[in-house]
């Protein structure tokens, strides 16, 4: 989606996602260190960005919406807390290298095999050594349940996939499953998901 179809896909309702954090990152977030350096990938209306920032954490939010973001400000007023804000295309942001203690991507399956290629290099090169990687997405599965996420087959994660596209890291986790979910209208219903928390190596 363009620039203009999110923002007028972000303006069209109230937070079409929620306000509270997803499940996944909830139950897994004890892993990030306190005080933790955060980027929060595609962040939009800011629901997850919002709540690491509740928890003490120093968040980065990117996200390609100026409407979503501002929604984003918005909720982080409303808790009284204070995110950074970077308003781009993640596939030609100027991605930090080895910056953040924790990156977070929630389904941020809008990416193409090609683009999600880009960005998955992009996360790994960005966390430090050390650092986690936090991301959740759809299996090919969902689009059976249609209950969120595109409706784009190759846009959906597997096991084999992610094992692939982030080899060389521990992985901590990595779970597929169906679950119930109640995010917004945006993610509501019986889902297929795909679950990953990976370690950078340290430097030797």
Partial sequence: MSREQWDSRFA?????????????L????GR???GSDVLAVADGEGRNG???ARQGHQVTAVDISAVGQRKAANLASRHGVSLSFHLADLTTWAWPVARYDAIVAIFIQFAGPADRAT???HMRNAVKPGGLILLEGYRPEQLGYG???PPIAENMY???MLRAAFAGFEILSLTAYDAEIAEGSGHHGQSALIDLVARRPLAP
């Fill in 158 to 160: 597997d096991e084999a």
């Fill in 119 to 121: 960005l998955f290099s």
């Fill in 50 to 52: 919002v709540w690491l």
């Fill in 26 to 29: 909830r139950r897994e977030a």
């Fill in 32 to 34: 990030i260190a306190a």
């Fill in 12 to 24: 069209a309702a109230d937070y079409i996602f929620g306000t509270e954090p997803n499940a996944f």
């Fill in 147 to 149: 209950t969120g996420g």
